[in-house]
């Protein structure tokens, strides 16, 4: 019994120790003085990007997104990829990459950030002004995204055009709770995934449409590069 207990004693203190190895250390004075700097650097250029010609109200915007940059970093950092066990994607069934883990960890934060970002910015703009704080956020994925829909499926209807620009800002909204371009760009992915199924789901060829709309392209370059070489003097 004496060993089983020193067994067991023994496994607690590693996998405690294992633990502690893993939590993230906590930034410096210095590093974290500098983050603040850049979230209210990037947080007043978005809000004067609106010019609402009202100081006070364009601080107040400020405030509220950095806030947000803040609380969303704060709680990337203390949550890291290793905070979430390993294992396999469900839907693909490859193992989860770090990514994942970590898109897993950051969705995991609790909804009031995302409700008091929103709530904040809806208190002071319109729903026009709060939709460019959240491109600017997502780096106007949602006008570019659409865009590429457009060229692959050259005669989409109003109706299709309205569901996919439906799918794209609700991933825009999710985005605004994930730390960087990469972690945005995989909630992107879902959005677009639902996108092409709706398209599919409508009788359109999504492949076929997609295989044409590459070869276009292979072809543009193919002939581009032949065109270039024959204006080239030998």
């Keep these: ?3 089983i207990l020193a067994a067991l004693l023994s496994f607690t203190l590693i996998h405690h120790a294992a633990a502690q190895n893993d939590a993230p250390l906590p930034p410096s004075a210095e590093a974290r003085a500098k983050s603040d700097f850049e979230a209210d650097k990037k947080a007043t250029g978005w809000a004067e990007s609106l010019a609402l010609n009202e100081p006070a109200k364009t601080a107040r915007v400020a405030a509220v997104i950095s806030t947000h940059l803040r609380t969303i970093r704060d709680w990337h950092n203390a949550h890291p990829p290793s905070t ?3 294992g396999i994607n469900p839907v693909t069934g490859l193992p989860l990459s770090e990514l994942d883990r970590q898109v897993i960890a950051n969705s995991a934060q609790p ?22 704080v959240l491109d600017k956020y997502t780096v106007g ?5 659409m865009k590429g829909y457009q060229a692959i499926v050259p005669d989409l209807t109003a109706a299709e055009t309205a569901a996919i620009l439906g799918y794209l800002k609700e991933a825009r909204e999710r985005s605004i709770d994930f730390k960087n371009m990469n972690q945005i760009s995989v909630i992107f992915e879902i959005y677009k995934t639902k996108s092409e199924q709706f398209l599919v789901g409508n009788g359109r060829n999504w492949r076929a449409l997609y295989k044409s709309y590459t070869d276009s392209l292979k072809a543009k370059k193919t002939a581009d590069a032949t065109a270039k070489a024959a204006a080239t003097p030998r």
């Design 1 to 3: 019994m004496r060993l």
């Design 84 to 86: 979430v066990p390993t």
């Design 111 to 132: 909804k009031s950030f995302h409700t008091d970002l929103m709530t904040g910015l809806r208190r002071e703009l319109t729903e026009t002004q709060v939709e460019a």
């Design 141 to 145: 994925k949602v006008a570019f995204t």
